[in-house]
């Protein structure tokens, strides 16, 4: 991110000094652009425990440094004035008080060019967080993994027990012309073999040896998980977004890849059965997955739940846990801690956020942006270039109203939203040159659409913030 905007820093003085405030959000939307690659769980009940952390957002929490943040980028004019918590606070309050976003909304603001915190606002305090946990899977994948890891499904073969194995790596992006590969290459090994009459089974035993359903159950918005599926489980064709789910994604890829690998050749007999590969099983073909970058990013733009919740579970085997949900929340937790990342008045049950009980504070997820901005840490970086673009790309593409409008081109943010929980957590620019990170986390609203307008508007004030 610093790398981008650096590049861009001659063409923003230009337009800063010369153009219209369109040209503006325009030239801002290209400095935080990254690269985009596709291809690849009851609320907590009593809110008096938490009511002991809320601090006025004039209080001690504005006006600090966060923790383990860093000074990341310069101003772009270096004349700008430093910001204030007390200009933050004239500007945001406002905006923050609107009767949509209920009475539990918390908040934080960090600014990016020296990492003081701005604003804070019940900041250390627990909210479910919906998608915007999807950060925290992003950063802590990207640390356990590294950003050029892929996800690999391969094909072995026991020749003393004359069958060929589809082994699940845990690659929700697998396509249908990823299994017409394997099946022309296995097809291909086997001849070479000499091998006659083949049947095919299927290894799962990658994520405890079958399909874990999400406490929420399969829906439109996720699958069964299991380490084998192609497309995500989705049975209409669709590529992201809610779709229809099969009911075992496992079997029915591997009932594709059987029908593959006889078009390609082989002779193929009975069903496909469920049953781990041998050991010494040989290595036939394997497909790789796009580099974990890319992966991050295509999660993060279309809030893709299957490849949040398979990426959790990379975490956790990268870490020597199980791969579960207790055993991802365990690793995210290992991996904060190894960013230097405290997570106090957290909860972290699943990758996704569509487990209600999970719990974030916008202290976590704003510091966690912070990270990602470390020049020092360019691995993380696709958890900044992932976040959807306000009014343009993935879950904020029909926000923020027309071209123009606050927030336009210069808000990226994750957006969250479960029933009575609306949330958004990412970056703003600013109008001379500076990059806040922000996290708002609403509950009890009552009016989804509503909220989503209110955060809308808080995240536009940022960006249209003269706050020195």
């Avoid at 915007?132 to 892929?150: E, F, M, S, Y």
Wanted: aromatic content about 2%.
């Amino acid at each position: 991110m610093l790398e981008s905007l650096r590049r861009h820093r001659a063409t923003w003085r230009i337009v800063i000094g010369s153009a219209t405030a369109g040209l503006v959000l325009a030239a801002v939307a290209v400095a935080l652009t990254g690269p985009w690659d596709s291809g690849r769980r009851a609320a907590e009940r009593a809110h008096a425990a938490e009511a002991d952390t809320r601090r006025d957002p004039s209080g001690a929490d504005a006006g600090v440094t966060v923790p383990g943040a860093v000074s990341v980028l310069d101003p772009l004019d270096g004349t700008a004035p430093e910001y204030t918590a007390e200009a933050v606070r004239r500007v945001l309050g406002p905006a923050l008080t609107d009767g949509a976003l209920g009475d539990g909304t918390t908040a934080a603001v960090v600014d990016l060019t020296t990492g003081e915190t701005l604003y804070a606002d019940h900041a250390t305090t627990g909210r479910a967080p919906a998608s915007t946990v999807k950060i925290i899977t992003a950063v802590t994948a990207l640390n356990a993994l590294g950003p050029d890891h892929r996800l690999a499904t391969t094909v072995r073969w026991d020749e003393d027990g004359g069958r060929v194995f589809l082994v699940g790596g845990g690659d929700p992006t697998l396509t249908a012309d990823d299994l017409t590969d394997l099946a022309e290459r296995t097809a291909a090994a086997l001849a070479d073999r000499g091998a006659g009459r083949v049947r095919v089974a299927y290894d799962t035993s990658l994520y405890r040896g079958g399909g874990e359903r999400h406490p929420i159950g399969v829906n439109d918005n996720i699958a069964a998980i299991t380490p084998l599926m192609v497309n995500e489980g989705r049975t209409d064709g669709s590529s992201h977004g809610p779709a229809p789910r099969a009911d075992d994604p496992a079997a029915e890829a591997a009932d594709a890849f059987a029908d593959a690998l006889a078009t390609a050749g082989a002779r193929v007999g009975g069903d496909p059965a469920d049953r781990k590969a041998p050991d010494d099983a040989e290595e036939l073909a394997v497909v790789r997955s796009a580099p974990l970058s890319s992966l991050v990013e295509r999660m993060l733009t279309d809030s893709d739940n299957d490849l949040a919740e398979a990426l959790g579970r990379h975490t956790a085997l990268a870490g020597g846990e199980r791969a579960d949900f207790e055993g991802l929340g365990r690793a995210m937790s290992a991996q904060l801690d190894d960013l230097g990342l405290a997570h106090d008045g957290a909860r972290l049950v699943d990758a996704s956020g569509l487990d209600r009980d999970g719990r974030l504070t916008a202290e976590l997820l704003t510091r966690a942006l912070a990270t990602a901005a470390d020049p020092g840490r360019p691995e993380l970086r696709s958890a900044l270039t992932g976040l959807p673009v306000a009014g343009f790309t993935g879950t904020l593409a029909s926000r923020y109203g027309d071209e123009g409008a606050d927030g336009s081109g210069v808000v990226r943010a994750k957006t969250g939203t479960l029933t009575g929980v609306n949330t958004l957590a990412g970056t703003a620019g600013t109008p001379d040159g500076r990059v806040l990170a922000f996290a708002f986390l609403a509950a009890d609203t009552t009016d989804p659409d509503a909220a989503e307008a209110a955060l809308d508007r808080a995240a536009g004030a940022l960006a249209g913030c003269g706050c020195g």
